[in-house]
């Protein structure tokens, strides 16, 4: 079954070309990083920027390998760390980490990528504009395909270790959103106008459900995972213009888990529940599947709403 623990390296240093850092400096800065569930903020990165005597994207490339490090990969055992670097709703520039997620005895389609990661890191977590991404390896197709339905694919730069690209230059001719009919997009969404009409359902499960970007499907639907100790993760549906390199819930609320440094199992894991939208529901297959690679877990709950009439504006 899969390996779901992030393992904490206690002796190493992170040195690059962009950044050296001490054992110690390097183990709190892990540390850090759990803590705060993968996201350096705007004062986080000023502070280590003039620790270090760096710029932030020398800093922002210098932190890939560490965002590596929290990849979970039992099949290719092929680790891949991205940062997203954003502006948040006040405008000040956070890093939001990622790294790719792999489930043993799954179909490989099932699969986080470092970059969904990242993306889906920054999303849930309020940001508003992305400015770049670095990634410690050159993107694959299925990620150009699913950074192309980002409201800024046509500005932000991608970083890699020794070369820089804008996303038309690795995706010339390319299928996005408006193809579709769709003048939205991940990171613009379209003012939701519904509720369910539930009133008991768990209040931040039906707030992330609604902020789901679902234009193709319309199944507004969210995942929360609730630990023993370390509080709830939760997960939106991001859909997109291609399909298949749409991240479910589950795969958006598990890439957080892993990035708070913590193993996916019975000992840390007491409850999982889907909400879906009703008569819209294409989330349990995939959510079984996926759960089916691990030991010990409970049950998932499966929760079909119906939209209430009510417009939210």
């Known amino acids: 079954m899969a390996s779901a623990t992030f393992t904490v390296q206690q002796d190493t240093a992170l040195t690059n070309s962009h950044i050296s850092l001490s054992v110690a400096q390097t183990h709190a800065l892990r540390g850090q990083l759990k803590t705060q569930r993968g996201i350096l903020n705007s004062n986080n990165i000023k502070q280590l920027c003039t620790q270090f005597n760096v710029s932030d994207d020398a800093l922002l490339q210098g932190l890939v390998p560490l965002a590596s490090e929290f990849s979970v990969a039992p099949v290719s055992h092929f680790h891949v760390g991205a940062i997203v670097k954003a502006l948040d709703e006040q405008g000040d520039v956070n890093f939001y980490f990622g790294a790719n997620v792999e489930f043993d005895h799954q179909a490989l ?3 986080v990528h470092a970059e969904q990661s990242a993306i889906n890191n920054a999303w849930l977590n309020g940001a508003k504009k992305i400015l770049k991404i670095a990634i410690s390896d050159a993107p694959c197709g299925y990620c150009r395909q699913f950074m192309n339905e980002l409201a800024d694919a046509k500005e932000f730069d991608i970083l890699l270790p020794e070369q820089h690209f804008k996303l038309a230059d690795l995706l010339p001719h390319s299928f996005g959103p408006t193809d579709l009919g769709n003048d939205f ?3 613009n969404p379209k003012q939701q106008q519904h509720t369910f009409a539930d009133t008991a359902l768990d209040e931040k499960l039906a707030a992330m459900a609604l902020m789901a970007y679902v234009p193709y499907s319309n199944n507004f639907s969210a995942v929360k995972i609730s630990t023993f100790d370390n509080g709830d993760f939760y997960g939106s549906y991001a859909e997109n213009a291609a399909y298949s390199p749409s991240l479910s ?21 007491k409850s999982i529940t889907l909400l879906e939208t009703q008569g819209r529901e294409n989330q349990g297959g995939v959510a079984r599947a996926v759960l089916a690679s691990f030991d010990n877990l409970p049950e998932i709950k499966l929760i079909s709403a119906p939209l209430g009439n009510q417009s939210l504006g």
């Open 249 to 269: 819930p589950l795969q958006s609320a598990l890439s957080q888990l892993f990035l708070a440094g913590l193993s996916f199992n019975g000992n840390t894991v």
């Open 109 to 111: 389609s099932l699969v």
């Open 185 to 187: 997009s991940l990171f």
